[in-house]
């Protein structure tokens, strides 16, 4: 009886939000560019900007989003795949408003979820987007089953990137791969991250983007860059969140920019849409 007004309520809410819902994932080809400072600043900006936000932390055995976030949650997705806590008793709520679903930091066997685990965590989500407006998934960097899975199923995917010839490299790499699996409208951008020359960012693209158009056919959208701020590496040493802390800093001015620019970008269609991409394409892959 309960489960059926819970199922009728969510129902109604689903109804009543049916466009808005979106998901963005957040990944790079290599490692350290700053996606987990980035997923969270982002986070604590689209909460400014009035969404409501929840992060899952996908980086599944190198977890980093309660350490930018200076929490110590409780419990982690390794309670919900034991069964010892259902997906609402995972959920952290951190004294910046933003939620969290966090992972679990050193345990090796969930870098290498199974296919049905990753599934069974999926599926589970399905009991609480009603209620937010964005999801924000922050993938492990590289390029593995489980980042291109969480990368496809997402409305949006963010590759961070920084100048580095090597992180460059990488980025081409995963923007290549994740382009030639998207069959759907999933819309795919790239941030250069930790640069003072906006031509040089731009360049980045530009070369990306020609890669990719060469070998896809697609094309990907330009985001933004972010300055070098001092002030970042400052805030993770001092576990506070700069967007809050230093609204006006460099990073935080960019930041915001990036922010308008990714929602502005392809509106996605029905927040059902996530479920049945997931249920339907979610793939194996085979690298050559
Ligand atoms: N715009 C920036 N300016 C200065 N430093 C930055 C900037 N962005 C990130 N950093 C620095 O880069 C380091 C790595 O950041 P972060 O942990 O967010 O990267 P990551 O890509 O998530 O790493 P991993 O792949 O290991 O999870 C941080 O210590 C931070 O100080």
Known sequence: MMRDQAESLRNMVKKNRSVDFQVISITSGKGGVGKTSFTVNLAYILQKMGKNVLILDADLALANV??????????????????????????????????????????????????????????????????????????????????????????????????????????????????????????????????????????????????IRKFSGKTIKYYGCIRKDEKLSKSIRERFVLTSRYPNSKYSQDLEIVAKAILEGNLPEKKENFWRRILNNWINLKFD
């Open 66 to 211: 309660d350490i930018v976030l200076n929490e110590k949650p409780k419990y982690n997705l390794l309670h919900l795949l034991t069964g010892e806590k259902n997906i609402n008793e995972i959920i952290w709520s951190s004294k910046y408003g933003i939620k969290f679903i966090p992972a679990a930091s050193g345990f090796e066997e969930l870098a290498n979820l199974p296919k049905e685990q990753q599934m069974f965590i999926l599926n589970s989500l399905q009991d609480i987007y009603y209620s937010f407006d964005i999801m924000l998934i922050d993938t492990s960097a590289g390029i593995s089953e489980s980042v291109i899975n969480f990368c496809l199923a997402a409305d949006k995917t963010v590759v961070v990137t920084t100048p580095d010839p090597t992180a460059v490299a990488d980025s081409y790499a995963i923007c290549r791969i994740i382009s030639n699996y998207n069959t759907g409208n999933m819309e795919l951008g790239l941030v250069v991250n930790m640069t003072d020359n906006e031509k040089e960012a731009e360049r980045i693209y530009n070369a990306t983007n020609n890669v």
